[in-house]
């Protein structure tokens, strides 16, 4: 069969889809990636084939314009306190929701991605769960679709609540179904509730971290994927003293204006401890440092699937790779926290006794220093981060999944009107 991958152009959103596309390629199947511009040297990096859609988005930019002047949106979508899920506070995340993610992301590559769907005709599409441009595309084209979640599934949540609130108010207007309908119905395709959530949705997050809602969720183990990656000379060797790896994430330097926590401080309270700490900073973050402990080895990129098996604690911001990536290996985790899943997702690692969080406005030298003295002393967080493991172990590798995938392809494409 054929098969699209579809990601707008964010490379840590794409990356963890790497290791299922090799694996229905080697299954025999044709497998292609769709993004924006930007993402093309990735894509083909990772060895597969790429198909340049639209026009690159200016997310970025604009999210760091709208910080600059106060005009960022700061409904959480991780919310889930009653009290705060009032109709107007969550009309407004939503609406925000649609600008952002929507219109700013998905509307310059849309057009271009469902011609190519309509005329390669792909069996199956699979998007990552911002990517609506890729249910659009699957549905005018007839092709089974499904999301690749790479964290916790906060926009079905969010669409769960919008629902349940806009009934309860007794409101017509959608903001989503309008948007996708309006794009949708250029190629004479009406709006469907499986436009926002997929067929099916494929999902790595561990099943006891995974959050309860009515969706039909097909477990992926994880495999970590960083790219092009060089194992440097000294990973060649064991630690002589406990690891503990420092990693923040490219989308903060890449997208925004840097971290929102400071790394001095952090490096600085840790100087002292009897152990190696690995930071992976690039190089202009590193030069704006004024001290580096002795204990301090300061890396621009390590591949983190050769670094983490080395290390006795990660230190990170709780993004999908670096998250995936500890739990796969048993590596206890401190998340230092401050957007999108990530708060939620260190307080559910925490629950399950593998890991401590603090949000990025706490995390202070003294405060990371104190959370991490906590993981490498206290057995129980690596006993819990190795049952986490063993549930991960436990859920179907990619080359295994492919078999329950061409199954869902002929049910739903099956259904699919034409």
């Known amino acids: 069969m054929r098969v699209l991958f ?9 990356l963890g889809m790497v290791p299922l596309a090799w694996a229905l390629r080697n299954a025999g199947h044709e497998v292609r990636v769709a993004s924006q511009p930007e993402l093309t040297d990735v894509i083909t990096g990772a060895g597969l084939t790429a198909v340049p859609v639209g026009t690159n988005h200016g997310l970025g930019r604009l999210l760091q314009l709208a910080k600059d002047t106060g005009q960022e949106k700061d409904f959480d979508m991780a919310e889930d306190r009653p009290e705060m899920l009032t109709w107007q506070q969550i009309k407004a995340g939503y609406q925000g929701h649609v600008m952002w993610w929507c219109r700013v992301v998905n509307d310059p590559m849309i057009g271009e991605l469902t011609e190519y769907c309509r005329q390669w005709k792909p069996d199956l599409v699979i998007w990552e769960p911002l990517t609506y441009a890729g249910s659009i595309a699957a549905t005018a084209s007839g092709a089974a679709h499904a999301r690749f979640m790479w964290g916790l599934d906060l926009t079905a ?48 997050t561990p099943t006891s971290l995974r959050l309860d809602l009515p969706h039909t969720y097909v477990p992926l183990r994880y495999i970590p994927y960083n790219g092009t990656a060089v194992v440097p000379p000294w990973l060649h060797t064991p ?39 690995v930071a992976t900073l690039p190089e202009k973050q590193q030069a704006e440092l004024s001290h580096v402990p002795g204990n301090v080895r300061l890396v621009s990129f390590v591949p983190l699937h050769v670094l983490a098996p080395t290390c006795s604690a990660m230190i990170h911001h709780g993004g999908g790779g670096s998250f995936s990536t500890s739990v796969v290996n048993a590596v206890p985790q401190l998340i230092l926290a401050d957007m999108f899943d990530a708060p939620l997702k260190g307080r559910l690692l925490a629950h399950q006794g593998a890991g401590l969080t603090l949000h990025s406005s706490q995390a202070t030298g003294p405060r990371v220093r104190e959370h991490l003295l906590r993981l490498l002393n206290e057995p129980s967080f690596t006993q819990a981060a190795q049952k986490l493991r063993q549930e991960t172990l436990a859920t179907p590798g990619p080359n295994q999944l492919v078999p329950e995938l061409e199954r869902l392809t002929a049910q739903h494409r099956a259904g699919t009107a034409h």
Request: aromatic share 10%.
């Open 6 to 14: 579809t990601s707008y152009a964010e490379k840590s959103h794409f």
């Open 157 to 204: 949540q969010m669409r769960g609540h919008y629902l349940r609130a806009r009934q309860e108010q007794g409101v017509s207007t959608d903001a989503l179904a309008q948007w996708l309908g309006l794009r949708a119905k250029r190629w004479n395709v009406p709006f469907s509730e499986e436009m926002t959530t997929g067929h099916f949705t494929i999902d790595y």
């Open 239 to 277: 630690p002589t003293k406990p690891r503990v790896c420092l990693t923040l994430g490219t989308s903060a330097t890449e997208r925004l204006d840097g971290y929102s926590l400071d790394v001095q401080d952090i490096i600085t309270h840790l100087g002292d401890l009897d152990i190696e700490v």
